[in-house]
């Protein structure tokens, strides 16, 4: 626990600016205040109860007895009116440290490597986040409002007493701390595995419901709404139960909590009592222990409670931690470093003229790698390697699985090659910083990835700050111009989550729209048409190519139609590239090529 607590506040520590510390500074001051008030209050009571009998008070200790009332009352109001001040500031700082850990866990998270975006799952995910935030919270307002303060009370009042009370009753006071910090250390230890248990199962409990929204098409095309509640009342069930022994543990050790009370509260008082009886004390005496004995075991209790929720906290934050330990892409732009990539993109961040900027694949081979493990790897490409010439098309076809897209995210370097390597303009992909190397790419991919805003705001997404001609000029090269401004919003409208609101072809005009105001050295479709029909796709193609620089352009694709012009057709068949060669070539060479070619030209006339 120690050490997660370290890691906690490490983040913490690093994600307070200024503005969090001057406010905790207060907070802190405030506390000290509010502690020095409340431990002050019950001596004021007990000269004033004194001077009510008119007994016990002394030359420093003013008789009036309405004086001393006042200043008890007074002490009251001002450590309670600390404490609300406390929260005031407290909440500004709280705010802004969840603002800069949700920002720091933001930019972590969508830098992460695919691998870790392929095996996540999405609700899971943000509610792991959400809890480990939340956890912050809980953490902060326990260390400030709990964990501090009674702190400060303990201490103070400890001094009081020492100072105030004889043997008896400290060593009374002594035995009962021990006796708190024995049942809170059982407290903290026992509490965490169920804390833990909870995130866990809460987070799956949400990931199975955020799968489930996700799905809902899946779900009404097969009316297979009440099998996929049982499935989420099933996580909900089990967050139920260690929910259920997470408040069975806390509870027994609030039973020992409150035996250790009875037992010194009783103790102190039966002895204080018999003192009073015997004269040995003031009335008023018997109320400054009854007092004490109380203002310290409370805080104790609190103090127990805050131990508590701060290890409850950290059962929440652990996982979280564990995805900011993860190594994140080095995009090597927050740092100055090593820059071959110059020769591709300028300073300003614009792709250069295309001059030398061939892509080559040389003996690459690659291997996804399997299970949580990450051990053992299903080979997917097996020494492939071609070259894409500056300003020219490769096609690359072939069956589904036979690594087609995998060629292009180790060209992207989602994935590292196993073996071989990949140049662009003769610099290895390896050496380009990612964020030169995703600015020098477009890619326009199968499944279209839009973003629940505005048409504008998902074309001009590909290129921060453009202007609106700008994107109408992508729209236009798209050929979907004319058809957002039928839309009764135009550009303003609203596409839906992921695009739902869209046809398939809109979909993929917007992709191929935010690709051209990209204005790449290389564009990649991967079966980008798929949803046009063969003339928008060729003067969709023509306009792309033709109105821009003469970019490069790989096309993967299982349409050979699309294809004919191409510079170079790769047929890639189980990661080996089977035929190379132009279409007519390929065609002459009566082999796999051949045969699919007459597959679909046989599919297209009996359509
Ligand atoms: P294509 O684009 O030609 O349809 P892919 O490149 O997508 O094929 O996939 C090639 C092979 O790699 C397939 O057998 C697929 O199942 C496998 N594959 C793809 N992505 C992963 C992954 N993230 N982890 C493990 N295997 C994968």
Redesign the pocket.
């Known amino acids: 626990m120690i050490s997660i607590l370290r890691q906690a506040t490490r983040l913490g520590w690093a994600q307070t600016d200024s503005f969090v510390r001057r406010r905790l500074l207060i907070v802190v001051g405030l506390v000290v205040l509010a502690a020095a008030f409340s431990a002050l209050a019950p001596l004021a009571l007990k000269y004033g109860v004194d001077a009510l009998g008119a007994a016990g008070t002394s030359a420093y200790i003013p008789e009036s007895p309405i004086l001393l009332i006042c200043l008890y009352v007074i002490c009251l109001g001002l450590s309670r009116g600390c404490n609300e001040l406390r929260g005031y500031f407290f909440g500004a700082a709280d705010q802004r440290l969840q603002r800069n850990i949700s920002r720091h866990l933001s930019a972590h998270v969508l830098r992460l490597p695919m691998?870790f975006h392929?095996d996540r799952q999405t609700g899971a995910l943000s509610h792991t986040l959400v809890q480990g935030i939340a956890g912050y919270n809980i953490l902060l307002t326990h260390l400030t409002f709990t964990l501090l303060p009674v702190q400060m009370e303990v201490i103070l009042i400890g001094a009081v007493i020492a100072v105030y009370m004889s043997p008896p009753f400290i060593m009374i006071l002594l035995l009962s701390v021990a006796g708190y910090i024995i049942v809170f250390t059982l407290g903290v230890t026992k509490i965490m595995t169920p804390s833990r248990d909870v995130s866990a199962s809460q987070v799956s409990a949400y990931g199975t419901f955020a799968d489930s929204l996700i799905n809902s098409e899946a779900i009404k095309y097969f009316t297979a709404e009440k099998f996929i509640n049982r499935r989420y009342d099933r996580a909900l069930a089990l967050a139920e139960s260690r929910w259920a022994r997470f408040h069975a543990v806390k509870c027994g050790n609030g039973l020992l909590v409150v035996g250790v009370f009875s037992l010194s509260f009783g103790a102190a008082v039966l002895l204080a009592a018999s003192q009073v009886a015997q004269g040995a004390l003031t009335i008023g005496d018997f109320v400054l222990i009854n007092a004490y004995m109380l203002q310290i075991i409370r805080p104790l209790e609190r103090l127990g409670d805050g131990v508590k929720g701060a290890a409850h906290a950290l059962g929440f934050i652990e996982k979280m931690l564990n995805i900011l330990e993860r190594k994140t892409e080095d995009h090597c732009d927050a740092k100055p470093c090593d820059r071959p990539s110059r020769a591709l993109i300028a300073a300003d961040g614009k792709p250069r003229p295309t001059q030398g900027g061939d892509v080559i694949f040389d003996r690459v081979s690659f291997g996804?790698r399997?299970g949580q493990t990450g051990r053992g790897q299903?080979p997917?490409l097996k020494d492939i390697s071609f070259t894409v010439r500056a300003g020219t098309t490769t096609a690359i076809v072939?069956?589904?699985?036979?690594?087609?897209?995998?060629?292009i995210r180790l060209l992207l370097r989602f994935f590292e090659v196993t073996h071989g390597d990949i140049r662009l303009g003769g610099i290895s992909v390896r050496d380009i910083p990612l964020i030169d190397l995703r600015r020098t790419i477009a890619v326009v991919p199968q499944d279209v990835l839009l973003f629940n805003d505005s048409i504008a705001y998902n074309i001009g997404f590909a290129r921060p700050g453009s202007t609106r001609s700008e994107i109408e000029q992508a729209a236009r090269m798209a050929h979907i111009h004319d058809r957002i401004m039928a839309l009764p919003e135009g550009y303003q409208t609203m596409v839906g989550e992921r695009g739902v609101k869209l046809s398939g072809g809109e979909k993929q005009r917007i992709s191929l729209a935010r690709a051209a105001l990209k204005d790449p050295l290389i564009y990649v479709f991967d079966e980008a048409t798929s949803s046009l029909d063969g003339s928008t796709e060729h003067r969709v193609f023509d306009d792309l190519i033709n109105k821009q620089r003469q970019a490069t352009r790989l096309i993967?694709t299982h349409r050979l139609s699309s294809v004919l012009q191409a510079d170079e057709i790769l047929l890639?068949d189980h990661g080996v590239i089977l035929e190379r060669g132009k279409h007519d070539h390929l065609l002459r060479l009566e082999g796999a090529y051949a045969r699919l070619w007459r597959d679909q030209e046989r599919e297209r006339q009996g359509a």
């Open positions: 691998a392929l996804y399997l299903a997917v072939g069956r589904s699985g036979a690594g087609k897209s995998t060629l993967i890639l």
